[in-house]
């Protein structure tokens, strides 16, 4: 199964499919702050900026476009509208399998929209519901994973070899920066969101690395733990 890990998205070379999730637009104005974030140039500059770099045929939202289940806050639809816009400059289809926070998506996105998309040999769906259709390997959003590494947790992706039904699975970090995450260090099964984690040890955490851009991937947590 090949994949390219590259700013909290994947790439899935075989079906030209580039995959982000929990970009929760509209967290920014959630938050109790005076000034906003940055969340929609944060998102959008990186969207963007992915789209450039692998020119893929179709883009997937895994879940959690939306942060709030009951508002639109100002700016989401200017950002939605901004994505939709980066993907059709590229070429690129614009899908979104929604997610747990996705009860409004129907007031922002008439697009493409699928419980679970398939492309290739993998199925995209957000990860909180287990899925129906059986795949290869399965690409998941909901958790947010996060490790702590000597006092600094960071945003990981997790890779599982045959790790649910005989499938692998890749669970992404938040692709919003906004999203505190959570720690899977000590984490068990039974404490992820997501019904695809049923043995946390056999998974691997995977570090983007901005400085050196490149994944620097870890043992599994099974073992890993024992390094912390």
């Known amino acids: 199964m090949e994949f390219t890990l590259r700013d909290r998205a994947v790439y899935l070379p075989d079906a030209e499919t580039l995959v982000c999730s929990d970009l929760h637009l509209g967290k920014d104005a959630a938050s109790n702050v005076e000034l906003p974030l940055g969340e929609h140039d944060d998102i959008t500059d990186r969207f963007d900026a992915l789209v450039a770099r692998f020119a893929p045929a179709t883009v997937v939202v895994a879940g959690d476009l939306l942060h709030s289940f009951s508002s639109l806050p100002r700016g989401v639809l200017e950002s939605v509208r901004s994505l939709e816009q980066s993907a059709e400059a590229a070429g690129a289809r614009l899908v979104v399998t929604p997610g747990n926070h996705d009860t409004m998506l129907g007031q922002v996105w008439k697009g493409a929209t699928v419980e679970e998309h398939r492309a290739g040999d993998w199925v995209v769906t957000h990860g909180h519901e287990p899925p129906e259709s059986d795949a290869a390997g399965y690409v998941v959003g909901h958790d947010h994973p996060t490790i702590a590494i000597e006092g600094r947790r960071r945003p990981c992706y997790l890779w599982g070899d045959d790790a649910y039904r005989g499938a692998d699975v890749l669970v992404l970090p938040s692709f919003t920066k906004l999203a505190a995450g959570v720690e899977v260090n000590d984490l068990t099964a039974g404490e992820?969101?997501?019904?695809?984690?049923?043995?946390?040890?056999?998974?691997?955490?995977?570090?983007?690395?901005?400085?050196?851009?490149?994944?620097?991937?870890?043992?599994?947590?099974g073992e890993f733990r024992r390094m912390l």
Do not use: G, M, S
């Open 192 to 221: 992820f969101q997501t019904p695809l984690v049923r043995d946390a040890d056999l998974f691997r955490p995977v570090v983007w690395d901005d400085d050196a851009a490149e994944p620097l991937a870890f043992p599994p947590l």
